[in-house]
């Protein structure tokens, strides 16, 4: 019976086994991917928008050769972070179940195993379910749902679908690495300036209107997406003229959603957040209504990284000084 089983390798998952090994609580994380699966997939070469102080665990400890770090230099860092300090994480492990059975215990089931917990904390991150157009085509196999990297497309014809960071950075990526490059975007995205609206940061959008004035990029006001083809795809745009554009390739960057089945299963209560539906649960302790199940990280009002590794060191050290109290930390 571990004290606490943590779902998820993210920074919210790692921050948590960090607390809970340094508060002497028995813990194990479980991860269905690789340490920091999500920023793993993040694009090849891509510089973060946040600073070496929002992403790393300890104070200087996250030393990037310029201002802000690359995937390549947080993810080497969030791997060695797990090895350094010997993080008691199982990669590639898929949780598929959580069943309460009894008061504060907790039955796991892995793709691999049966494990017991005290506490479970959900730090599972929101890219389960990449939102999808639900338009004709959208199963080609030229259409994706993340942008790894731009070489495979120089000199294709590459649509991306989306009006948040991501979209524009993949844009950006395609455009200046020599791919013929749409971005389709509603208006309002494109317009809307204030960084709190998931919006595209300016200093993704300042090089893009470059790329646009030097004719790389083209920018499509869109209404909706009609239907992707083969070899082309048919876009309206918002005065409702529809357009067939020549494609190769396209990119629907339109969000992700996090998978609620298992915590509301266990009878999790869920609201509608800013982002969408989010579990319900204590501002303070980040425990749901389901005591001894708790949720930390990008599925809960906290959606960056700050706050996902944040989160953790209060909900741990809360837990940590219960079990010294009592012998239990449920
Ligand atoms: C391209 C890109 C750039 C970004 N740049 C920034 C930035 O500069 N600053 C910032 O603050 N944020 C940024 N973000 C957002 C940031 O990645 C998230 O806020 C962060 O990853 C949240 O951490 P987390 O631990 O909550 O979730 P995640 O990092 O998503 O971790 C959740 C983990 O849980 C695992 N998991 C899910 N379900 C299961 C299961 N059933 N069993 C086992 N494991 C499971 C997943 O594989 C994943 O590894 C960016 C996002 C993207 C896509």
């Not at 090994?21 to 479980?30: D, E, F, K, R």
């Not at 049966?114 to 085509?137: I, Q, S, T, W």
């Not at 070489?151 to 948040?164: N, S």
């Amino acid at each position: 019976m571990f004290d606490l089983l943590i779902i998820g390798a993210g920074p919210a998952g790692i921050s948590a086994a960090y607390e809970a090994q340094v508060g002497g609580l028995t813990y194990l994380v479980i991860e269905k991917g690789l340490i920091a699966n999500t920023v793993y997939n993040y694009p090849v070469g891509l510089t973060v928008f946040s600073t070496p102080d929002e992403l790393e665990f300890n104070e200087g400890d996250l030393e990037p050769a310029r201002e802000k770090p690359t995937r390549e230099e947080l993810l080497s860092y969030y791997v060695k972070f797990v090895l350094d300090n010997d993080l008691n994480v199982h990669t590639e492990e898929a949780v598929l179940a959580v069943e309460q059975t009894n008061d504060h215990e907790f039955k796991v089931t892995t793709d691999k195993r049966v494990y017991e917990a005290e506490n479970v904390l959900f730090a599972m991150g929101a890219m389960d379910y990449p939102r999808k157009l639900n338009v004709k085509g959208e199963d080609l196999p030229k259409v994706y749902d993340h942008f790894r990297e731009t070489y495979p497309w120089v000199k294709k014809k590459a649509l991306i679908v989306g009006g948040g960071n991501s979209a524009g950075e993949a844009a950006l990526f395609l455009a200046s690495e020599g791919a013929e490059t749409t971005l389709a975007i509603f208006r309002n995205d494109w317009e809307e300036t204030d960084p709190k609206q998931g919006c595209i940061k300016y200093w993704v959008k300042d090089p893009l209107e470059e790329q646009l004035k030097k004719r790389c990029l083209n920018l499509f006001f869109l209404g909706k997406v009609i239907e992707i083809r083969e070899d082309d795809v048919v876009l309206e745009d918002e005065d409702g003229n529809r357009q067939v554009l020549e494609n190769d390739v396209v990119f629907v960057l339109i969000g992700s959603d996090a998978d609620l089945s298992m915590l509301k299963g266990l009878g999790v209560k869920t609201e509608e957040g800013k982002y969408g539906e989010v579990p319900v649960y204590d501002g303070e302790t980040f425990e749901t209504n389901v005591p001894g199940i708790y949720v930390a990280g990008h599925f809960t009002n906290h959606r960056h990284i700050k706050a996902a590794i944040e989160v953790p060191k209060s909900l741990i050290s809360r837990m940590a000084e219960k079990s010294k109290k009592t012998g239990r930390a449920g």
